[in-house]
């Protein structure tokens, strides 16, 4: 079973613009949450998504957002950037319900200039 | 979730046992204990949990004690590939949480 996936792995960006990130759960898994990791805060939950709702947040400004489709993969959303939001954003599916054991992807590493 | 504490690193040489503690002293009766283990700027990857009884599989084995404050995470025969920070979280298994609350991790190096 090929597991959790995340595009693109390396992205750069300036302050100011917005950035989407995708992810892509093992099949069958309808639980996707994500995570941002930075050297200062380390690995913090930002939200997690099943069957297409928001069910669990972070403390994160409304800049960061996300959805979920109807096959489960899962994106998300950061508006204006800051250089702050550097960080290795990570993926995590869990099968059935949520719950569950978590699955992380590689990961997509943000620079912000 | 209840609160876990890790030391910062430990060490152990190459082909030898390493045991990875884990302090969890206002663990609820129903959370779970969980490990994960970070390999350099790599996703977290899943090495095993449980909840009172030890557990083993292929990766490493769990030992709870009894009253349940506290764990160990067992490699038995540590190879270089397994220097990681290894993280030790507490989490309630419901259907409506799925978020894990990493601490600092342990860093483990496994020296030739």
Not at chain 1, 78 to 88: Q, R, Y
Not at chain 2, 45 to 69: C, F, P, V, W
Request: proline share 5%.
């Amino acid at each position: 079973k090929a597991g959790v996936t995340q595009t693109p792995r390396y992205l750069i960006k300036t302050r100011g613009q917005q950035v989407t990130l995708s992810c892509s759960p093992i099949s069958g898994h309808r639980s996707v949450s994500w995570y941002q990791q930075t050297p200062g805060q380390g690995l913090q939950f930002l939200f997690e998504y099943f069957s297409e709702t928001q069910r669990n947040k972070g403390n994160f400004p409304g800049r960061f957002s996300g959805r979920q489709f109807s096959n489960s993969r899962s994106e998300m959303n950061v508006s204006t950037l800051e250089l702050g939001d550097s960080a290795l954003y990570l993926c995590a599916s869990s099968f059935p319900t949520g719950g569950g054991t978590q699955y992380f992807g590689p990961g997509t590493r943000l620079l912000v200039l | 979730d209840a609160k876990t504490t890790q030391p910062p690193s430990m060490d152990c040489a190459e082909g030898r046992a390493a045991n990875l503690p884990c302090n969890h002293s206002t663990i609820s009766g129903n959370e779970y204990v969980y490990w994960y283990r970070q390999i350099h700027s790599q996703g977290p990857q899943y090495i095993i949990h449980g909840l009172k009884n030890n557990e083993t599989n292929e990766m490493a084995s769990l030992i709870i004690t009894e009253d349940r404050k506290s764990s160990t995470l067992i490699l038995p025969h540590a190879t270089l590939r397994d220097t990681a920070v290894y993280y030790c979280i507490v989490r309630l298994d419901t259907g409506a949480n799925s978020k894990l609350t990493f601490g600092k991790g342990i860093t483990l190096s496994v020296r030739p």
